[in-house]
């Protein structure tokens, strides 16, 4: 079984989640298509590197990423910062030949996610963008009905992801409600993700129309580096700006003819993780939530008329990556699972020289589709969604 060093720049709460995967996923794809080392990680400071490094055992620190991005030993370069940094670590990564895994949003802006895209390509590389909602099993068996025509074609997607960890006016001034290293709100945070699996079920987004909101215009000033989430302390202290959205409703019509919305907010008290998608054809629906992760519901027109309605599929052994995780039906997946998953399938690709999805060209797509969200809430109108492509080769 072929080594893969990697290293990890950041060590917060996508560290964490990265860290469990690269040690679990070996339990769990057995043969292993390679053994992920986790050789160096890489914080701000070296007191935190070292503290992040001993707590998700990593073999070494650092708080220089150049020094560790041009260091020959390291085959893959995991980017977990915060969005402003993703970029520049990643160009400079596929500079120095090394596969790259990437968190969502790719980028503040789409101009930044094509210049990734386009330094990754010239570098033939392997790229990843952490999209991990779409690789929970019931997501997958989704996409295998849609494949095998079993809801015929697709009329509607309805897909929302709504938390309230940020509800509270009280709650800290992250870096999450700062433009300037965030670039969006709730788009690029969580409406990515919407994109994304609108993107990998129905099919490439046209245009869009939104309104975009924010309601909360300033917050206390976070202490300390660390961005807890729903789990920071409130404060009354001094207060500083918001510049990004806490809300996003958006309308949206794919090329292949279907319509839908998306809907994504931060400020939904009751709503924890709450990712759903329904989606209506012409013969049969599917409805998912992630809350209830282990189960799709599914309708088909071909039921008879005493049975019509929604029933209940569970995953397990028999369905999508079902081999390699639990061996029995609704035994529980959590959201580790899903980042195992991710870490097996872009590492088989490392190893073998393919490529996987999605990778930073779906990244560049998703980023042109919420910079057309952002973009049709200051102007009220309907925008057009570019395809990447078409983008990047009028620009060379």
Request: charged content about 20%; overall charge negative; some cysteine.
């Amino acid at each position: 079984m072929q080594d893969i060093n990697i290293a990890m720049i950041g060590g917060g709460f996508m560290g964490k989640a990265h860290s469990l995967a690269y040690a679990a996923m070996p339990m769990f794809f057995w043969p292993a298509p390679a053994r992920p080392v986790k050789k160096i990680l890489v914080d701000v400071t070296d007191e935190l590197a070292r503290s992040a490094a001993d707590r998700y055992a990593w073999e070494g620190s650092s708080s220089s990423w150049r020094d560790v991005v041009n260091d020959p030993s390291i085959d893959v370069i995991d980017i977990a910062t915060p969005n402003n940094l993703h970029a520049e670590i990643a160009i400079a990564a596929a500079e120095a030949g090394k596969h790259i895994i990437c968190e969502k949003p790719l980028t503040p802006t789409a101009e930044e996610a094509g210049r990734m895209y386009e330094a990754a390509k010239k570098a033939g590389i392997v790229t990843a963008v952490a999209f991990n909602y779409r690789r929970t099993p019931a997501v997958a068996l989704a996409k295998k009905y849609i494949d095998e025509g079993a809801i015929g074609k697709i009329l509607n997607f309805r897909g929302t992801y709504l938390q309230d960890w940020s509800a509270d006016p009280n709650s800290p001034l992250s870096w999450r409600f700062q433009k300037k290293v965030a670039g969006s709100g709730a788009v690029g945070d969580i409406g990515s993700h919407v994109v994304d699996l609108a993107r990998y079920l129905v099919g490439e987004i046209a245009e869009v129309t939104s309104v975009v909101s924010t309601f909360i215009p300033d917050r206390p000033l976070q202490s300390g580096g660390l961005d807890a989430l729903g789990g920071s302390s409130k404060s009354d202290g001094p207060r500083g700006p918001v510049d990004v959205d806490d809300e996003a409703m958006s309308l949206v019509r794919f090329r292949g003819g279907a319509v839908g919305s998306i809907e994504a907010t931060r400020n939904a008290w009751g709503r924890n993780n709450y990712i759903t998608f329904e989606i209506h054809g012409t013969e049969g629906s599917i409805f998912f939530n992630y809350e209830n992760r282990d189960e799709l519901q599914v309708a088909f027109k071909g039921d008879a008329a005493d049975r019509r309605g929604f029933r209940t599929v569970y995953t397990g052994p028999n369905t999508p990556y079902g081999e390699s995780l639990w061996p029995i039906p609704a035994l529980g997946i959590g959201y580790g699972e899903t980042k195992i998953i991710e870490a097996h399938d872009f590492l088989k690709a490392v190893v073998e020289g393919g490529t996987v999805s999605p990778n930073f060209a779906d990244g560049y797509q998703a980023a042109l589709v919420d910079d057309a969200i952002l973009e049709s809430g200051r102007t009220g109108q309907w925008v057009a969604v570019p395809d990447a492509t078409a983008v990047l080769a009028s620009d060379g």
